[in-house]
């Protein structure tokens, strides 16, 4: 026992004697007397010429070093100074084997960062090109073994580690790019935080102020926050965070926005758990909150928790920012958007339940998913009513319901024709973009206004994989009808392949195009078979490479602001050689079951078939529509298969019984749809040879009928006379 208890009298003796040693020789020794050996060996060792105008300090309790006024220059130019370091620790943890920062105070740091002309940074340039000291390898030489590495030690102790204050102040760090030509400043940066103890909480907080040249942008910051981690340090968290970041510059349009941020997270790296607890960021009058628990930090995490975008103006969001504003047709939309969601699925999934989407008066509901794995993108989604046409660009002024420019004159300056044609045709589709798609989304709406055009029980489905894009289903009612589309599209090769079919079924026509195109022109129910393949990734190229047919019939339709009886009685009335005394014909021209094939070649649809009844009349025709110059070219006849009217200049004689009476439709139906057809004299020639010949029919059995009668006449005269004496011989 008494050499134990000797032995811990030596201990704590020779401690003793150390530390009376420590405090006689910083009393005695003066550091500002080595400043010239400190300089020339930072000199001797680096390119930088190190100057320390100010005092250099030291203390005993707390042991610590204050340097004041340093400034290092490199080539000449300041590359780093401060204006006052001082670090202390304090003495008796060092003596119990657990150090204790006492302070740390870094004032006034100024630092020159610069990349010049040919992309090389200063800093680069600190140390000394190494010197070749010409000695060679020999064969003999045996080749340097690596310094061995002690292996870190799982089992150690926890980490002890306590600082009692640190405080950085009025630092700042120059960025400049002479190559771009950038140029970013750090200044007014600030930090405070007290009482860091490893597995408790210590507060922290930082100010700051960046600006950048280009493009011309400032932000001054501040974030306060309280800090935790444990011993062991594989477990954070943050809790009471509140950031604000002021910002202006070209970015935003010269306009000052404000963001922020609050909420807690934390993370554990050895069970790989984070979580985000009451979190907020918000950007002006944009606003997120969200709750998030994740689990697993590889490749395939699991998530949960709930998202929340608080209902915002999208217009006054970009006023805010500085960003032009999205004209519409109608002012008052985009007015009310939000979203929310809950988040989840197994690992490697990210789940979304209960999902809806806000567009002003418009409501989405649904679900989705993504896979990491594979980028696999699952959504459904279904909306009440959306009127699309609110949110298009407001018409020009002199702008049509088409688009066309109604300004007297044409439809738009010489020079803006030119420029429209002279620009060059893009790609329509990003092909390896969709080569990457992996989707199944299903999308409905249960009405939707677009072009003027009323669409009730939308349904979209739409798979795609590798490049290959699928609508299994695109249909909806229209017009007391409905229609049904399919379209494949095949974008694994560069000149991408597309297939496309539909069904129309009794649509009704007069409200659809007098909705769509102000068009009144023809009524009655629209049946639509449409068979089309192409390929191509340009407009023009898809419509040159059309090849299909389309197949079509009206049920109990009229043609509008056209009188098709109208014509075929000036033909008649011209064969009679009489004048027509109708005044009232009307407009419209009523038909039944109006059918035929349009053969679709490129730009051009071509039909050989146009077949419809009319009242006393057969409709046929064939002629070509072409779609890139929107002309048509028509030729039609109305055969007379019956009475056609009750004008008496009208009334169908042997002689015009089966003519046709010929109408040309031609010209652009974009522009005069109402004025494209009228009778055709060019080809009434032929009509009249018809007659010619239904004339000398009508002579010859005219000539006929009447030998006939006299033969029967003389018949019955003979017949008479012999019947006559037979039957007076009987009575006498």
């Known amino acids: 026992m008494k050499a134990v208890r000797y032995l811990l009298i030596a201990i704590v003796a020779i401690i003793m004697l150390a530390v009376v040693a420590i405090a006689i020789a910083m009393a005695v020794i003066n550091p500002n007397d080595y400043k010239p050996q400190i300089e020339k060996a930072v000199e001797d060792q680096t390119n930088l010429d190190l100057v320390l105008e100010g005092d250099i300090g030291w203390s005993f309790i707390p042991l610590g070093l204050e340097l004041n006024n340093v400034e290092a220059k490199l080539e000449g130019d300041r590359f780093v100074a401060l204006e006052q370091l001082v670090a202390q620790i304090d003495f008796w943890s060092l003596i119990t084997l657990s150090p204790q920062v006492d302070t740390f105070v870094l004032s006034g740091l100024d630092a020159n960062l610069e990349v010049n002309e040919q992309g090389q940074g200063n800093w680069t340039r600190i140390m000394p090109e190494p010197t070749d000291t010409g000695e060679t390898s020999t064969g003999d030489s045996k080749p340097a073994q690596p310094a061995e590495t002690a292996a870190p030690d799982s089992g150690g102790e926890p980490l002890n580690f306590n600082v009692d204050s640190v405080e950085i102040s009025n630092a700042q760090v120059h960025y400049t790019d002479r190559s771009t030509g950038q140029a970013v400043t750090l200044d007014n940066f600030t930090l405070t935080a007290s009482d ?3 597995g408790s909480e210590f507060p922290l907080d930082l100010s700051f ?15 306060s926050a309280r800090l935790a981690a444990n011993e062991a340090l594989n477990e954070f968290a943050v809790s009471g965070l509140s950031a604000v970041f ?29 979580a985000i607890s009451n979190f907020s960021a918000s950007l002006a009058n944009l606003s997120v909150n969200t709750d998030l628990q994740v689990s697993g930090f590889g490749d395939k995490p699991a998530l949960k928790g709930q998202l929340e975008v608080g209902e915002f103006s999208l217009k006054q969001l970009l006023d805010n920012l500085g960003q032009p504003a999205v004209e519409t047709s109608d002012p008052d939309v985009l007015s009310a958007l939000a ?8 690992a490697g999934q990210v789940e979304l339940s209960d999902l809806t989407l806000k567009l002003d008066d418009t409501t989405f509901n649904g679900s989705g998913s993504y896979t990491l794995a594979n980028s696999g993108v699952v959504f459904r989604l279904q909306g009440d009513k959306l009127n699309a046409d609110r949110y298009l660009p407001p018409k020009a002024e002199g702008e049509t319901e088409d688009g066309a420019n109604t300004e007297a004159g044409s439809g738009g ?58 609508v299994d289903e695109f249909s909806g009612k229209l017009y007391e009808g409905g229609f049904g589309a ?15 079919g539909s069904d129309v079924t009794n649509v009704q026509t007069l409200p659809l195009l007098t909705d769509l195109a102000e068009v009144d022109m023809l009524s009655g129910g629209a049946n639509l078979k449409v068979n089309l ?84 009349m057969k409709l046929e025709g064939d002629g070509t529509i072409d779609l890139k110059q929107s002309l048509m070219d028509y030729e039609a006849g109305l055969r007379i298969v019956g009475e056609i009217h009750r004008d008496e200049a009208c009334r169908v004689t042997e002689v015009v019984e089966n003519v046709v009476i010929p109408v040309e439709c ?16 060019s080809r009434f020639r032929d009509t009249l040879k018809t007659i010619a010949a239904n004339a000398a029919k009508a002579k010859a059995k005219e000539e006929v009928d009447k030998a006939k009668t006299k033969a029967k006449e003389k018949v019955e005269e003979k017949l008479q006379e012999k019947l006559g004496d037979k039957l007076k011989g009987l009575f006498n």
Do not use: H, Y
């Not at 102020?209 to 974030?223: H, L, M, N, S, W």
């Not at 979203?339 to 197994?346: C, D, R, W």
């Not at 064969?575 to 038909?591: A, C, H, K």
């Open 196 to 198: 860091i103890t490893l």
């Open 209 to 223: 102020r960046v600006e950048t040249a280009k493009p011309q942008f400032e932000v001054d910051g501040t974030i």
């Open 246 to 274: 002021d910002m202006n510059g070209e970015p935003f349009g010269g306009k000052s926005v404000t963001a922020e941020l609050a909420g807690s997270a934390s993370a554990n790296l050895e069970n790989e758990t984070a």
């Open 339 to 346: 979203f929310s969601t809950n988040i989840g699925g197994p």
């Open 413 to 470: 300056s010489t020079s803006e024709t030119t420029s429209a044609q002279a620009a060059p045709e893009s790609d329509l589709l990003p092909l390896e973009t969709l080569r990457t798609l992996a989707l199944d989304i299903d999308f409905g709406l249960a009405e939707l206004i677009v072009s003027n055009l009323t669409i009730k029980d939308i349904k979209a489905s739409t798979t795609a994989d590798k490049g290959l894009i699928k």
């Open 486 to 500: 399919q379209v494949t599209l095949d974008a694994r090769t560069d000149n991408p392949k597309w297939k496309v």
């Open 533 to 616: 393949t192409t390929t191509g990734n340009r407009v023009s190229v898809l419509r040159d490479k059309a090849d299909g047919q389309i197949s079509f019939n009206l049920a109990k339709g009229e043609f509008r602001k056209m009188n098709l009886t109208r014509m075929a009685c000036q033909g008649i009335a011209l064969v009679n050689q009489e004048s027509l005394s109708t005044q009232d014909w009307g407009t419209t021209t009523p038909f039944n079951d109006m059918r035929g094939t349009l053969q679709i070649n490129g730009n051009t649809l071509k039909n050989t078939d146009l077949v419809a009844a009319l009242a006393g």
């Open 666 to 681: 031609r010209g652009n139906f974009a522009e005069d749809p109402a004025g494209l057809c009228s009778f055709d004299g």
